[in-house]
């Protein structure tokens, strides 16, 4: 439970920082954050306490005390994921910051209507 | 399988040719820009090649990797998803050959390589029947696009990709939310399982779910209030990816959205909902695309007022609906693809996007005028093209059980195609009759562009004036949406 | 039955440009007895139309200027046909009441287009006037012709003399219509106060300014003709027509002595108070009337 | 048969086509084409002289058939339609050679031919798809041919595309409540559902659908478009759009009044007044505002097409008011009056065409005197006003006289005093355009002015031929009118080849008589003024001037402000301006979509993520409701 509670707290103030914060950097972060609680959620998901890695190495693991393994795939992938787009969002940033001398997003308004 | 054909090569061909391209980019660079023609060109025979089957048997599977499903990820084809995968293939082929003419700053072999990757995403997002694997499409996509958005590196473009990266990864977030709670709450990951598995869930479960895959689907999809990066994005990229863009992409997400919502969410007070979306997408899609001075800004407003019209068809929950949702689905990549490749020549030969500097290229540039004034007449829905059937079709489906919520919302809809005239007619009064600047030499645009958009036109002008075939496939589809054989289908064929 | 027709049809003009001419003559010593004058011989007129139709030197601006005036007689000739007087309707089932107010109209296209080519502005302003003018009586005209067409069931104007016949005079059915047409019939002769489109110190005689010679001597004589169908046409919808040719005279002269009285005592309108004129008073008891008829 | 229902609806479009690739080749190659397939196109409506053809169906969408159907009174308009097209054409060949780019040429005959054949297909549907579908295509090809005329016309046509598709769409909503009604748009299966159907709801139809019509036909308060669209297109359109094009709306009022409802039903709906059913009887008014109004504007005008605009939307509004009054006599009249308006208002705007292709103006007081110059254009001018005017022998006054007859006799007397004051009103404004074009003083700058080419006179005598041929015999028109009413269930009316005898209307009328009469009254009156003294002829400067002396360099012409006092008259009623309400309401709403559009896309990246974290707040509160909304 505490860690789907903490899963949704990161997401939330993922949120929050993107919501509120001005700073590209932190905006990224806020990003991030939010990735980090939907790792965390999916990785919750399959968790089960005091469980075994869904492995047959030894004979006599019980399969009901197994980790889904699923869950650990998808985030894989998911991290995967979210690494590429941290690297965009920073390559976006870096020509921000060329461009616009600044990283108030408030200041980035060259686009509107 | 039989007949050779393999819906994986859909996906698996063109991610081959990304390699390629990055491959060759470090020695042999003359060949990069025409790889994704070749990529696509398969893409094509492969899409010919299914076409019997699907039509005759409803549905493709191929499943990946050696397991069955629903443990193993395959890729389902059915009606609608190769209506969508077709015209992404075709896009992307045409797309492809414009951009040889096009696309003249480097660093090309990234230009190319995330071109093919973004078509791949799209058509994989249409043909997949795993869930997960749709997020894993949508994340390439979306990465793709924001690279693309960004590629000219000025200063609109790359804040626009910022935005959009920043909207798009909330959105791809929220959309994982939601299917780990579908996950969750079933343990399976395939559609058609989901399907059957979700029907012991409530509706709050569920709710709580499709609200967060609405979310995120809803911001690619560009429905209001979550569209806001589209009107920056599409003007910001290069005009062979807005085509993209606007003409499949969105309707990529959207296809996810009513194949997600057909399949699980089948309820009624959810539909309802999507019809306030619709509506609500529709008038500030076409409303605001009236006021832009920027062409393609303006395309990308008309572009959310049609998703919003699509989406309002779709959200009628009857088969009349979804018929004509699919066929305005069709028009609209069609014709909307046509105008952004169109505007592009344009904008290369006169190096603006302001709508007042297009005065007077009726003359100039002969064949871009006329195809720009087809297209533009197709998405007005003024007969004979194609536009006026679905749009017939789906004022005809809305009214089918009359009241008073349903006749205001035919109003509204009739009100913003109005609006849509005058925009259109605004545009071209201007293209034909306006007064050219002083000395405007200017000629028609390169080869590639003239033949990417000219096959496109004529297609468009095809299925204008023969719209018999489509209108009965779409009727099929939309039987199939109703009855949800695509469950039954995958069943049968072994999709589980 | 046809020589009779024919002879008729011959006799008609004649008979209605005598009555015309008449009236001209006597008004001429009316007027000048009201105003204590001796006035001029009393075949004045006749002197007056022989000395212009008889003029050696005559000139023309152009094809449709000589042309005016015959239309315009031609068009007078035609009306006179259709209007039944004292029993003789030669003409009257080939054409309505309806189709009369238009034959009319023939006439003074004639006279409007001979005049516009005479390329003087102020028969051009002449012209301006009549045909405003015409629009202003126009609307009590039509509302009393309704009103009188309602009453009687029929357009046509032979029943509607007939329907009047033993003293059921229209004039004692529908008194207020009665009044507004002559009204109406004195504005279409354009007599004082209605004088404003000939004006001759003002616009040099309007439409006319150019004529000289036998065009003027034609327009004379499609005058009399103007005055007579105006009159009978009132004489008809008004006072029941007449059996015989005297009877219909003197009913006739009876209306013009009244016209002559109000001529010499008014002033001049201006053409936009002459058309307000028209379109309030007249045209209110017109409605009044009408209504009257329509709920009977 | 059937097939040839169908080229017949084709031949126009192929010619099109044809034309405008024919153009690439030589300019003449494609003259040649839309002469003929333009000439084809109403050679073959002569087949269907008196045919009915039930329907044929020549296509299949969304399970309703597509239907096309003749009767004779689609005949008439399809005579209408065709006739005028090939004329037009004709015209059109030497007025538009003075356009020096050939592909806007190219494009132009290409157009001329669509609408022809969009208007053919509006008037043989046979269901409401198929009408909406040519309508359509109707609106958007004339709007390329209006626009077609330089600067000012854009704005015109604009104007005039965005009314034709709010009416358009308004007449779409009403076929799409059809549809779900009665799951077929043939007019006879809408005719039954609407047999069956709540009197609201047929109420509601025929709103819609006279909206979509009254604008096209340019009934008040719906005509703004279209003193600007007729009087900026070009000169070969003005005929089109005025003569033809208007009376599509009118046809359509037609068959929505009497093929798809009947009086009858429509009298059991609703109150009557006047014995007209309450509707009707709006439509009525509407129809009788339109014919004073815009008579009186019509008096005020300055320019010579735009005069004439005018005075289509008042011609159009005997039409209209014909027609609704639902009686034999005035649906016959109405019909017959859409035949002569045709007619007259093709005429006039051919030879206002004539006038501009020489002297290249159309504003009334820089003209005069061209009588001398053009006397062929002259007469045909006085034919064509005459008819208008409603004066006998010409066709325009028997068919108003059919009108008026018909209101008479329903006791509409409220109406017919807005009709008379019309007609009268007209003879002022037609007046007007002879004076100020044609007599009056000669400028020096037109000394050299010269009637135009053969091409563009014929045109303009075939249908000054047919204000004659109409006017004296107007039973050939009635005979394709009344069989045709027949078809639509209304009682015959008694005529013969020269009118109509005592008991079809309150008065007998025999055009005979009146034109022979005139004739005769016209031989004698010009004997007896070739008996007496010939005249000398002087020129127009030999004028009385109160003492000046007239010269060249003098204007001495009354044209500007032709009816001034007149115009002082009215002017209290013509303060009101329809379209500056409408003005002010799209500016309105434009200041308003600026303003809160502004407000939402802002470009700021913290609101739009504002939005979405909104959308899941409001997610997040309907699942912590449980769903009990519902």
């Keep these: 439970m505490i860690y789907y509670i903490g899963s949704l707290l990161l997401i939330a103030v993922g949120l929050y920082a993107v919501l509120v914060k001005s700073n590209l950097i932190k905006i990224i972060i806020g990003l991030n954050f939010i990735s980090s609680g939907v790792n965390l959620l999916i990785i919750s998901v399959g968790y089960i306490n005091n469980g075994t890695a869904p492995i047959f190495s030894r004979l006599g693991l019980n399969p009901n005390t197994m980790v889904d393994p699923i869950p650990q795939a998808l985030t894989l992938t998911a991290i995967v994921i979210d690494a590429s787009e941290l690297a965009l969002a920073v390559a976006f940033v870096v020509l921000l910051y060329r461009h616009y001398k600044t990283l108030d997003i408030k200041k980035i308004r060259s686009l509107k209507w | 399988m039989v007949g050779g054909a393999h819906p994986i090569l859909l996906i698996a061909v063109p991610l081959f040719f990304v390699f390629l391209i990055v491959f060759f980019s470090s020695f042999f660079k003359g060949i990069v820009k025409y790889l994704p023609i070749i990529a696509f060109g398969i893409n094509l025979i492969v899409i010919y090649q299914l076409i019997p089957e699907v039509l005759g048997k409803g549905m493709v599977i191929s499943t990946t990797a050696g397991f069955k499903p629903p443990l193993a990820i395959d890729i389902v084809v059915d009606r609608l998803s190769l209506i969508l995968a077709a015209i992404g293939s075709v896009l992307g082929f045409l797309v492809a050959i414009y951009n040889v003419s096009y696309i003249d700053e480097e660093p090309q072999e990234r230009y190319y390589a995330l071109f093919t990757l973004l078509v791949t995403g799209i058509i994989w997002m249409v043909v997949t029947g795993d869930i997960f694997n749709l997020f894993v499409a949508f994340e390439v996509t979306s990465i793709a696009a924001f690279g693309l958005v960004g590629f000219h590196r000025d200063q609109g473009a790359v804040e626009a990709g910022f935005k959009y990266l920043v909207m798009g990864s909330i959105g791809g977030g929220m959309l994982l939310v939601g299917i780990i709670m579908l996950y969750a709450a079933t343990g399976t990951l395939n559609m058609v399982d989901l399907a059957q598995k979700s029907v012991h869930l409530t509706f709050g479960q569920k709710f709580l779910a499709y609200s967060m895959i609405f979310i995120g689907l809803g911001i690619e999809g560009a429905l209001f209030p979550l569209n806001a990066w589209l009107p920056d994005a599409h003007p910001a990229a290069p005009s062979s990816v807005s085509a993209i863009l606007s003409g499949i992409m969105t309707t990529a997400a959207i296809y996810a959205l009513y194949r997600l919502t057909n399949l699980m969410f089948d309820y009624k007070q959810i539909y309802t909902i999507l019809l306030f979306f619709g509506l609500l997408t529709l008038i500030f899609g076409e409303v605001s695309a009236y006021f832009q001075q920027d062409i393609k800004r303006m395309l990308a407003y008309s572009t959310i007022g049609q998703t919003g019209l699509f989406f309002f068809a779709f959200a009628l929950d009857s088969a009349n609906g979804f018929q004509g949702s699919i066929m305005q689905i069709i028009n609209h990549s069609v014709s909307k693809a046509l105008l952004f490749l169109v505007t592009g020549g344009m904008i290369l030969r006169i190096g603006s996007r302001k709508i007042e500097d297009f005065a007077g290229l009726g003359r100039k540039m002969k064949f871009s005028s006329f195809f720009l004034a087809i297209g533009a007449f197709s998405l007005m829905g003024l007969p004979p093209f194609f536009g006026f059937w679905s749009k017939l079709k789906i004022i005809f489906a809305a009214l089918q059980n009359p009241n008073f919520f349903m006749v205001a919302s035919v109003v509204i809809i009739l009100l913003m195609s109005v609006v849509e005239g005058a925009y259109f007619f605004k545009l071209l009064q201007n293209m034909y009759f306006g007064k050219p600047a002083e000395n405007l030499q200017i000629s028609e645009a390169p080869a590639g562009i003239l033949i990417s958009f000219t096959i496109l036109g004529l297609i468009l002008i095809f299925i204008s004036v023969y719209p018999t075939p489509i209108i009965n496939l779409t009727h099929q589809v939309a039987n199939d949406l109703m009855s949800k054989s695509y469950i039954n289908i995958a069943l049968r064929l072994g999709g589980l | 039955m046809v020589i009779d027709k024919i002879f008729f049809t011959i006799i008609t003009p004649i008979f209605a440009f005598a009555v015309g001419l008449s009236f001209m003559m006597i008004k001429l010593k009316v007027s000048a007895r009201i105003e204590r004058r001796y006035g001029p011989p009393i075949i004045q007129p006749i002197y007056n139309i022989l000395k212009l139709l008889l003029k050696e030197e005559n000139i023309s601006h152009g094809v449709i200027f000589s042309l005016g005036p015959v239309i315009a007689l031609a068009g007078s000739i035609l009306t006179v046909l259709f209007i039944p007087y004292a029993g003789i309707k030669l003409f009257t089932g080939s054409g309505d009441l309806i189709a009369l107010m238009y034959i009319m109209v023939i006439g003074s296209l004639g006279m409007a287009l001979g005049a516009g080519e005479s390329a003087n502005p102020n028969a051009s302003i002449g012209i301006s006037r009549a045909l405003t003018l015409m629009l202003g009586y126009d609307l009590p005209f039509v509302i009393i012709i309704i009103s009188v067409v309602l009453y009687y069931h029929t357009t046509n104007l032979a029943d509607i003399v007939a329907a009047q016949a033993h003293g059921h005079w229209t004039l004692w059915s529908l008194p207020l219509s009665a009044i507004v047409g002559f009204v109406v019939a004195y504005g279409a002769l354009g007599e004082h106060p209605f004088d404003i489109i000939t004006a001759p110190h003002e616009v040099a005689t309007g439409p006319m300014v150019e004529y000289g010679g036998k065009h003027l001597g034609f327009l004379v004589i499609n005058h009399a003709f103007h005055i007579y169908i105006e009159i009978a046409l009132f004489v008809d919808l008004f006072l029941g027509g007449a059996t015989n040719v005297l009877w219909f005279y003197v009913k006739m002269f009876a209306v013009f002595f009244i016209m002559m009285l109000f001529d010499e005592v008014y002033p001049r309108f201006k053409i936009d108070d002459a058309v307000r004129f028209f379109w309030k008073w007249p045209t209110i008891v017109a409605l009044i009337s009408l209504i009257i008829v329509l709920v009977k | 048969m059937n097939a040839s229902l169908e080229l017949l609806l084709a031949t126009p479009f192929i010619g099109g086509l044809l034309a405008f690739i024919g153009g690439k080749v030589h300019r003449w190659i494609r003259n040649l084409i ?173 709103v819609l659908l006279a909206i979509g019509f009254f604008v096209k036909a340019a009934v008040m308060p719906l005509h703004t478009w279209l003193p600007d669209a007729h009087s900026e297109a070009p000169s070969p359109v003005s005929p089109l759009l005025s003569g033809v094009l208007i009376k599509m709306g009118a046809y359509g009022l037609f068959v929505v009044l009497y093929g798809l409802i009947s009086v009858k039903l429509a009298g059991s709906l609703m109150p009557s007044v006047f014995s007209t059913p309450l509707l009707l009887y709006i439509i009525q008014w509407l129809a009788a505002l339109s014919i004073v109004l815009a008579t009186f504007l019509a008096i005020m005008q300055e320019d010579a097409k735009r005069l004439l605009a005018y005075s289509s939307i008042s011609q159009i509004g005997y039409v209209v008011l014909g027609i609704a009054t639902g009686t034999s006599l005035g649906v016959a009249g109405g019909l017959f009056h859409a035949l002569n308006h045709a007619i007259f208002k093709g005429l006039l705007f051919l030879v206002v065409g004539a006038v501009i292709y020489r002297t290249g103006t159309r504003n009334l007081s820089e003209l005069g005197g061209l009588i001398k110059k053009m006397p062929f254009s002259f007469v045909a001018l006085l034919l064509g006003i005459i008819a208008l005017a409603g004066v006998p022998p010409l066709n325009g006054f028997v068919s108003k006289w059919m009108i008026y007859e018909a209101l008479l006799q329903k006791k509409e007397v409220f109406l017919l005093i807005m009709a008379f004051v019309g007609s009268t009103g007209a003879f002022l404004y037609v007046y007007r355009l002879v004076h100020s074009i044609f007599l009056g003083q000669l400028p020096k700058k037109y000394e050299n002015v010269k009637d135009v080419p053969i091409l563009m006179q014929i045109p303009i005598w075939v249908l000054a031929l047919l204000t004659i041929v109409l006017g004296i015999m107007p039973g050939l028109a009635m005979n394709v009118i009344v069989k045709g009413m027949a078809f639509f269930g209304f009682k015959p009316i008694a005529y013969n080849l020269f009118g109509f005898p005592q008991g079809t209307a309150m008065g007998a009328l025999t055009t005979i008589n009146i034109s022979a009469g005139l004739a005769i009254a016209f031989v004698v009156a010009w004997i007896l003024f070739i008996l007496f003294p010939k005249s000398r002829k002087v020129s127009q400067y030999d004028n009385y001037a109160a003492g000046q002396v007239v010269t060249e360099d003098l204007k001495y012409n009354y044209s500007y402000g032709f009816y001034m006092s007149f115009s002082r008259v009215i002017k209290p009623i013509l303060k009101w301006s329809i379209e500056r309400v409408y003005n002010y309401w799209v500016e309105a709403a434009k200041i308003f979509g600026d303003y809160y559009m502004r407000r939402i896309y802002t470009g700021n990246l913290e609101t739009y993520n504002a939005y979405i974290v909104i959308v899941i707040t409001l997610a997040a509160a309907f699942v912590l409701l449980g769903g009990k909304i519902w």
């Design chain 4, 34 to 206: 839309a002469i003929i397939f333009s000439f084809a196109t109403a050679f073959e409506i002569i087949g269907y002289y008196n045919v009915t053809i039930k329907g044929i169906v020549w296509g299949k969408l969304f399970g309703s058939d597509l239907i096309l159907q003749t009767n004779p009174i689609t005949w008439l308009f399809l005579f209408i339609v065709t006739s005028a097209s090939f004329l037009i054409v004709l015209f059109s060949i030497d007025d538009m050679r003075k356009e020096e780019d050939e592909l806007k040429l190219d494009a132009y005959y290409m157009y001329l031919l669509f609408v022809e054949g969009a208007m053919v297909g509006i008037v043989l549907a046979g269901d409401l798809i198929t009408f909406f579908m040519f309508w359509e295509i109707m609106s958007w090809t004339s709007y390329f041919l209006i626009i077609h005329g330089g600067k000012r016309s854009m704005a015109a046509g604009y104007k005039y595309i965005i009314m034709s598709v709010i009416g358009a769409y308004a007449m779409f909503l009403a076929m799409a409540m059809l549809y779900a009604k009665a799951h077929s748009l043939v007019y006879t299966d809408v005719a039954n559902v609407l047999l069956h159907s709540s009197p609201a709801f047929v109420i509601w139809t025929i």
